[in-house]
């Protein structure tokens, strides 16, 4: 019998083992299934810092992209094309660009047209690949545009008030005899939090809990919700107005989790209803890297987990609880503040000026500089007044704003405030970067849109045009006219799309699509697809409501763009290629190449090719000139398949060149041997290059699809006058520049100094320089400075 005992012992003790090995294994599988998920989805993060905030139609919107690592904020240089548009209060673009990314960084201008109506907007910024993760991934902000050529038909504030209250209980539900921590939020007409004071009440009337809001409009109160009642929260405005939201509805059975702070450790308290027990998991992850990963056995239906707040990064992590089967029970943000491991100063050489006089501001890092690589700035200077509301700046979103969905007031408040602020903030948040679902499949996932980590991806959908259905296997050719031009071949995939990776168009243009018509009598429809966000953005823009006290800072803006734009419309208007524009053909360096003005001129292009184009044989067949191009490897002639080009535009029917004024081309490229591009191949290319690069005088064939279409931006140099003499500084042409200077690249020196100079205008008042940036570890950095011109 003691025998039988101990071996009962024993198996019971393997079972609590194994059981206790099971619990473990879960925990570090939901990790590792997090983990995997995250290694298969590079998530990236854009911030615009724009030269200021507030602008009327006509104006330019100055902006610079820092483009990072979502996990890190290190610098990424992965996508290649950003996406910046600004988009009115139905989600409708009034502005758009698309701008090239290098190494992290890339910048450009919107010019806000004259039909733009007044109101707030949204300036929307992202990636191809971010388009994968919904609106609320995408970089958004709030600017005010006025367009002070229209009459101001402003919205009339409600006579209500406009309030708006909503109520988030922690964790994310109400379960009947379960005490809740709820925020409450309240909102005004403009969108930001409004003060308030409330009672939670229920259906008879009695009061069970009182509430009265803290920072931004965000207060908390307890509940512990019964069956028997239902709950409504009456809020007063300073106003005396009283707004009545019923509570969201309690579960009969589940979970609630609340966090508190205790000795630099966080309480998360679990607590389960009676038909809820077993083994539970919390998993705490900052930026897609697991901070905790651990489990509890509900012990009459409560559990308690303790983290160190020394565990935890800075910014924002995210508390998970799952039950055995690895399904999300509840989620709750906490925000640790970030330690800045450097700071920046801004320092004008005086604190008041005259008008057109020179300012030098000197900038100086200190901290943990890295001194192998300069800080990477932007540097605005621009005219304080009262539209100009702060939204935040790089530091800001990277660590707070860019973590949570919706709208977030004074964002730079949570800074070194008092941490319930923040506290309250995060109760308002959750569910935020992915769906847990998607993450449990435990699968690589599939995305819509790939990463463009080489240039530009075009895609067209090509149709049939008698069927309306979408075409597969069709060879679809893309050409861009110009000096150079630019040729790719593509083929529509099931769906119909063909996609064309781009490298280094830049500006305005023209787009010729077409399908090979000499192999084909089926006609086809292309159709460019838009790759812009077709979803609106995440946050609804609040009414913009004009007061008195905007009256004399919009007719001075209206002056100043007026005049800028008379005066300064050639110096607006300067655009500079890049650096490293690319001007080698696609085909790189020919076997022959001809420019005809060194040459004897002829009057028809079948002598220009037969009297010194020695790799083409023009031939007499089937009552019309055709061309063969040597195949100099096997030493004949190719028998038809070749391509002939001009200006980058395929020509199916080559005989045509024949037909085209010599005189109007400036040089001709051989190539002798099978080229492939593309799903084809040609045997041999023949490009004919026009002085202009459009093509002159010929006619396209009546199929070929022709659309305008912008590039990358070329980036406009901002212009600043110069008053170094005293002849400069009597000129007579007037200077009413509100931005004095936008400089998207100020590199900082090895021990994080730099100066930059400028000159005032015109225009007297408050001024401020703004600075922001980022060093290549990822540290944000700001810095403000104001001065005085009289």
């Known amino acids: 019998m003691r025998f039988l005992k101990s071996l009962i012992l024993v198996f019971a003790s393997l079972l609590l083992l194994q059981r206790g090995w099971a619990q473990a294994g879960a925990a570090d599988a939901i990790k590792q299934q997090f983990a995997n998920y995250q290694q298969n989805t590079l998530q990236e993060k854009l911030y615009a810092h724009t030269d200021k905030n507030a602008y009327v139609a006509g104006e330019l919107i100055w902006f610079k992209l820092y483009y990072v690592n979502a996990a890190t ?39 806000i047209p004259l039909s733009a109506a007044s109101g707030r907007y949204t300036l929307r910024a992202y990636t191809n690949w971010m388009k994968n993760f919904g609106s609320s991934q995408l970089f958004e902000k709030p600017i005010v545009l006025v367009n002070t050529l229209k009459n101001l038909d402003a919205p009339v504030p409600d006579s209500t008030g406009g309030y708006a209250v909503a109520l988030f209980p922690e964790g994310g539900n109400l379960v009947n005899g379960l005490e809740s921590n709820v925020a409450a939020q309240v909102t005004g007409h403009d969108g930001k939090g409004a003060a308030f004071s409330g009672v939670v009440v229920t259906e008879t009337g009695d009061s069970v809990a009182t509430v009265i809001a803290q920072q931004n409009g965000i207060g908390t109160f307890l509940i512990t919700p019964s069956a028997q009642h239902t709950y409504a929260l009456v809020v007063t405005v300073p106003s005396g107005q009283r707004i009545k939201q019923a509570l ?57 987990f303790l983290v160190d707040t020394a565990q935890l990064a800075a910014g924002v992590t995210h508390f998970t609880l799952f039950n055995e089967q690895r399904l999300p029970l509840c989620e709750r943000l906490f925000f640790k503040q970030p330690t800045s491991t450097i700071s920046l100063q801004a320092a004008p050489d005086q604190q008041q000026y005259a008008t057109r006089k020179k300012v030098s501001v000197a900038l100086q890092a200190a901290g943990a500089v890295d001194t192998t690589a300069p800080l990477g700035l932007s540097l605005s200077v621009y005219k304080w007044d009262s539209l100009q509301a702060g939204y935040g700046d790089i530091r800001t979103y990277l660590w707070l704003t860019s973590e949570l969905s919706g709208r977030v007031d004074t964002p730079e408040s949570y800074f070194g405030t008092d941490a319930a602020d923040a506290d309250n903030l995060m109760l308002t948040q959750g569910w935020r970067r992915f769906k847990w679902e998607t993450v449990m499949r435990d699968a690589k996932p599939a995305f819509e849109y790939p990463l463009e980590y080489s240039g530009h991806l075009i895609k067209a959908m090509v149709t049939e045009l008698r069927t ?39 500006g305005p243009g023209e787009l010729i699509l077409q399908t090979n018509t000499a192999v084909s009598d089926t006609v086809y429809r292309i159709e460019l697809v838009s790759p812009f966000a077709a979803k ?49 053909p696609f085909y790189g360096q020919p076997n022959y190449s001809y420019a005809l003005d060194l040459y004897t ?22 009552g019309g000139l055709h061309m063969m191009i040597m195949d100099e490897l096997r030493r004949h002639f190719f028998e038809g398949g070749e391509l002939v080009l001009l200006d980058g535009i395929p020509l199916f029917n080559s005989d045509r060149i024949f037909s085209y004024d010599p005189l109007k081309v400036k040089k001709l490229d051989v190539i002798t041997k099978k080229y492939f591009i593309g799903p084809t191949f040609f045997n041999g290319v023949v490009s004919v290059t026009t002085y202009n690069g459009n093509y002159e005088g010929f006619q396209l064939d009546p199929r070929a699809i022709v659309i305008d279409y912008d590039g990358l931006q070329l980036e406009r140099a901002f212009y600043a006058p110069v008053y170094e003499t005293e002849q400069q500084a009597r000129s007579r042409v007037p200077d009413f520049r509100t931005t004095l200077l936008w400089q998207p690249q100020v590199a900082t020196d090895a021990h994080g100094n730099a100066t930059v100079h400028f000159y005032t205008s015109d225009l007297t008042g408050r001024y401020v320089v703004a600075v922001e940036g980022l060093d290549r570890n990822g540290n944000p950095v700001v810095a403000s400075a104001p001065f005085e011109v009289k």
């Open 601 to 622: 001129r002829f009057p028809t292009m079948e002598e220009v090719l037969r009297e010194y184009v020695r790799a083409v044989n023009v031939v007499q067949r089937r």
């Open 468 to 506: 309306h259905r979408p075409a597969a296997g069709i060879p679809v050719f893309l050409s861009i006219p110009g000096t150079p031009f630019q040729f790719y071949v593509s083929q529509s995939d099931n769906n119909g799309i063909a996609q064309f990776d781009v490298k280094g168009a830049y």
């Open 536 to 584: 609106p953005p995440s946050a609804t823009v609040s009414h913009f409501y004009f007061s008195k006290a905007h009256t004399d800072d919009l007719l001075q803006q209206s002056i100043s763009m007026q005049v800028q734009n008379i005066y300064r419309k050639d110096s607006l208007a300067r655009f500079e290629l890049p650096a490293a524009y690319d001007t080698i």
């Open 73 to 111: 904020n290190q610098p990424l240089d992965l996508s290649k094309v950003a996406y910046v548009e600004v988009l009115d209060a139905d989600g409708k673009a009034v502005a758009q660009a698309k701008i090239a990314l290098k190494e992290g960084q890339g910048s450009g201008s919107l010019f």
């Open 248 to 304: 969201p509805s309690a579960y009969a059975q589940g979970y609630v989790m609340r966090v508190g702070k205790a000795a630099g450790q966080l309480k998360i308290d679990v607590t389960a209803t009676g038909g809820n027990g077993g083994t539970i998991y919390l998993l705490a992850h900052n930026r897609k890297t697991v901070q905790v990963a651990e489990q509890k056995t509900l012990q009459n239906g409560q559990a308690v």
